[in-house]
């Protein structure tokens, strides 16, 4: 009985791993058009902001979209290369934004600001070199 329920587990899980892999190029069409629908619509809402608030949300909202397209690509062709092009999507966003932050400080504080976001940066552009792709 055990074996039995060993090989059904194995077995759906199995089939969940595939079926979720396996994206057509339909379903990747529609996702890319998605992806390019949500970025309109948060880039739409970041109009309504002012000054450096409205730099960080389009910051953010290009961001979003580089890393969803990366994402996306790995969805559709796994390598170790586009899984190497997500992070460093996710690198390149996260350091866009948080030195576009550092924008509504001054003095010591905005160049302390700066500097950590580079050296954030810079750690994991060196965890990227890392990866194999």
Request: aromatic share 4%.
């Amino acid at each position: 009985m055990k074996k039995q329920l060993l090989w059904i587990a194995l077995a759906g899980s199995l089939f969940a791993t595939t079926g979720a892999s396996a994206m057509t190029k339909d379903e990747y069409s529609a996702a890319k058009d998605k992806i390019s629908a949500d970025y309109k619509a948060a880039k739409a809402r970041c109009d309504a902001l002012a000054s450096n608030a409205k730099d960080v949300c389009e910051k953010e909202a290009k961001g979003t979209e580089n890393v969803a397209k990366a994402e996306l690509e790995q969805q559709y062709k796994p390598s170790a290369g586009h899984a190497k092009k997500v992070a460093e999507a996710k690198a390149e966003m996260t350091y866009e934004v948080a030195k576009e932050k550092c924008d509504d400080m001054s003095g010591d504080a905005k160049s302390a600001c700066v500097k950590q976001a580079k050296a954030q940066h810079d750690g994991a552009k060196a965890e990227i070199k890392r990866m194999k792709g």
